[in-house]
């Protein structure tokens, strides 16, 4: 496959980065309720596309005029004190799946962080996507706060 583009998103990619959305459901807790996940993961994608920036970009992956993946990232200052480069949503449609898409995407997202003296990408994953946390391994991501739940089920 050939390399795709990383550029800034338009408005005129909203409808197919909208089509990217569901993938962002993968990972969440069996627990949780898959329509409500579903609707926050919609809802959050459009409070980034609403929000798009200069320091809230979206990203998108172009191959050939076709958007293939994209990233959205926040600038977000963290409690020890320096900013980091949140990483809010990101994702690869799965027709093009480990090409190096999803690569490409954090390699960008990493120079607009470095370039803006930021201290870190950051970014949270559901603990069930095992896929996307190898991914970011790979990537030289590390563990930094783990959340613990205890689902609660009716009596
Ligand atoms: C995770 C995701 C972004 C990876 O995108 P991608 O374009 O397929 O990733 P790349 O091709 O750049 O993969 C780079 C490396 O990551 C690892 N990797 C990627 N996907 C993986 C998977 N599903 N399982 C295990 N390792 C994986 C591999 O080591 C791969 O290297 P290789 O191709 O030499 O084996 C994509 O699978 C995706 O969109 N998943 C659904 C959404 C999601 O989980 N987003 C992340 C959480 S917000």
């Not at 800034?8 to 959305?21: C, E, M, N, Q, V």
């Not at 809230?56 to 993946?69: S, T, Y």
């Not at 470095?114 to 994953?125: C, F, N, P, S, V």
């Amino acid at each position: 496959m050939a390399e795709p583009t990383i550029r800034d998103a338009t408005r005129f990619d909203h409808r197919a980065i909208r089509s990217l959305g569901p993938r962002l459901t993968e990972g969440a807790a069996p627990w949780r309720p898959a329509a409500g996940v579903s609707s926050a993961v919609s809802r959050l994608l459009e409070q980034s596309l609403g929000g798009h920036g200069e320091f809230r970009p979206i990203w998108v992956a172009d191959l050939d005029g076709r958007v293939v993946g994209m990233a959205t990232a926040v600038v977000r200052e963290h409690f020890s004190g320096p900013a980091d480069c949140y990483l809010a949503e990101l994702v690869v449609d799965a027709r093009y799946e480990g090409n190096g898409v999803g690569t490409a995407l954090v390699a960008h997202a990493e120079r607009w962080a470095r370039e803006r003296g930021l201290a870190a990408l950051t970014l949270d994953i559901g603990a069930a996507n095992l896929g996307g946390r190898d991914f970011y391994a790979q990537l030289g991501f590390l563990e930094e706060q783990v959340q613990l739940t205890k689902p609660l089920p009716p009596a």
